[in-house]
């Protein structure tokens, strides 16, 4: 069955230090999204991703992300300037909206630890 | 309170017995999601149900959702150890845009 991959599982980097999440979506979704958990808390929503640009951000969202779709395959995440707050988990989900009220998949997440 | 929120926050039951979760939300839906996660990993989807479904069945799992209460609730039956996850509901609010908006989650834990 198809999934979504993520890459590094772990992550540890010194804060200000610039890091990137990488996923790989479903082959045939369209849509993209970056979620994050703090440790504890609910998973909240970044940003979302079609037809090569941002469809929607989040508050969180904010100058210190970027996101990028590279090749026809991988979905990144860049934080230019990581905080102590930025410690998460991050999740990369895809869905297929050409089929309507379609499910969102997600990976099995990036653990980022900003020390 | 906020868009999705599970009851209980913890609940604790016997092998076999049925597992009942409830998610309740604010504003108007298209469609209600549940996912799974294990700690500290990802997070499964279950079952989606949309906003002119009342019930849905997939396997051991069954979900009714009531717009009028803005709620909905999560059956497991015949619970087994691996069901032990905490469950989330996640609403989409807005028809094309497919945010999805988490609830705080239900720590369920099945006791052998």
């Known amino acids: 069955e198809p999934e979504v991959t993520q890459t590094p599982s772990h992550q540890v980097t010194q804060m200000g230090q610039e890091v990137i999440l990488r996923c790989v979506p479903i082959s045939n979704h369209l849509y993209f999204y970056w979620y994050r958990q703090i440790l504890g808390q609910k998973v909240e929503f970044l940003v979302s991703?079609?037809?090569?640009?941002?469809?929607?951000k989040s508050e969180i969202f904010d100058d210190q992300f970027s996101v990028e779709r590279p090749d026809g395959s991988n979905f990144t995440l860049k934080i230019r300037s990581t905080k102590l707050e930025d410690s998460a988990m991050y999740f990369c989900a895809s869905s297929a909206p050409q089929v309507v009220f379609s499910e969102q998949y997600f990976g099995p997440g990036t653990r980022l630890t900003v020390t | 309170s906020q868009q999705g929120e599970e009851d209980p926050q913890a609940l604790s039951i016997q092998e076999g017995e049925n597992a009942t979760m409830n998610c309740s939300y604010k504003?108007?839906?298209?469609?209600l999601q549940w996912y799974r996660q294990n700690s500290g990993r990802g997070l499964v989807h279950l079952i989606l149900i949309r906003s002119n479904e009342r019930e849905k069945h997939s396997g051991r799992l069954r979900v009714t959702l009531d717009t009028s209460k803005k709620s909905s609730s999560l059956l497991i039956t015949a619970s087994r150890a691996a069901d032990t996850a905490s469950y989330f509901c996640a609403t989409d609010i807005e028809f094309g845009n497919e945010k999805l908006t988490f609830g705080t989650g239900t720590r369920l834990t099945i006791i052998p």
């Open positions: 504003t108007s839906i298209n469609n």
């Open positions: 991703f079609y037809n090569n640009e941002i469809s929607e």
